[in-house]
């Protein structure tokens, strides 16, 4: 079963409005989980890595007061998506590795934001 | 050149042939390769998971790793409608938690 959940699963926002996703480990903590972004037939985009009780690490080109990144606990990481644009309508997805890093990173089932 | 270069595809076989997909790359540091498989408008879940060069299998699937020809690959026997889907190879130089390098993902279609 999965053991990583996102939510929501389909978002539609008017521009200028911010969204929230979450993501959450399931029956296990995550002190690191991942955020990434994929546009159609394209492949995962790292945005940033995000870290229980501290700030996350945002890649190069990704905007950090656009994306916010909060990881208050160790079993959940919110993206917020601030003023967002049409530009930022995409699928993104988070990650989480199941057993304090021993094993491969688990994906949850993404969220497609759409900005209308 | 790309970190990691897979043929996008799309290819499509037919219901029991076997489904070869292939990943290059370039940094000789990554030692740890999976295969994800993505169903449209989901989220990719790992199917194959291995360590440096060798072979794993699990059930209908086998991956290969060739650090020496830096080249992975995924075969799927007995190909089901219900494999179609895009697959994904990533790779890393280090354990779990840390940044993988993906593929462009592949799209396979087995039509009944």
């Known amino acids: 079963g999965a053991v990583v959940s996102q939510h929501p699963s389909r978002v539609i926002c008017k521009s200028g409005t911010s969204v929230k996703i979450e993501c959450r480990s399931l029956?296990?903590?995550?002190?690191?989980m991942f955020w990434y972004r994929q546009f159609p037939k394209q492949s995962l985009m790292l945005m940033a890595t995000?870290?229980?009780?501290?700030?996350?690490?945002?890649e190069q080109g990704v905007e950090k007061d656009k994306f916010l990144i909060n990881h208050a606990s160790l079993t959940l990481s919110t993206l917020t998506v601030t003023s967002a644009h049409p530009e930022d309508s995409s699928f993104y997805i988070c990650?989480?590795?199941f057993g304090g890093g021993e094993s491969p990173l688990h994906f949850g089932n993404g969220t497609r934001l759409t900005v209308t | 050149q790309k970190e990691v270069e897979q043929d996008p595809g799309p290819l499509s076989v037919p219901e029991g042939a076997i489904v070869s997909l292939n990943c290059t790359y370039s940094?000789?540091?990554?030692?740890?390769f999976m295969w994800y498989r993505q169903y449209s408008r989901k989220g990719p879940e790992l199917l194959m998971y291995?360590?440096?060069?060798g072979n794993k299998e699990d059930g209908r699937f086998t991956a290969q790793v060739d650090k020496s020809s830096k080249y992975i690959s995924l075969f799927i026997r007995d190909s089901q409608p219900s494999d179609s889907a895009t697959y994904l190879c990533?790779?890393?130089?280090?354990?779990?938690?840390?940044?993988?390098?993906f593929g462009k993902g592949n799209q396979v279609v087995v039509i009944p």
């Open positions: 990650s989480a590795s």
């Open positions: 029956d296990f903590q995550a002190t690191t």
């Open positions: 995000s870290n229980e009780g501290s700030k996350a690490t945002y």
């Open positions: 940094n000789s540091a990554f030692q740890y």
């Open positions: 291995t360590y440096s060069s």
């Open positions: 990533a790779m890393s130089a280090l354990k779990g938690n840390n940044r993988l390098a």
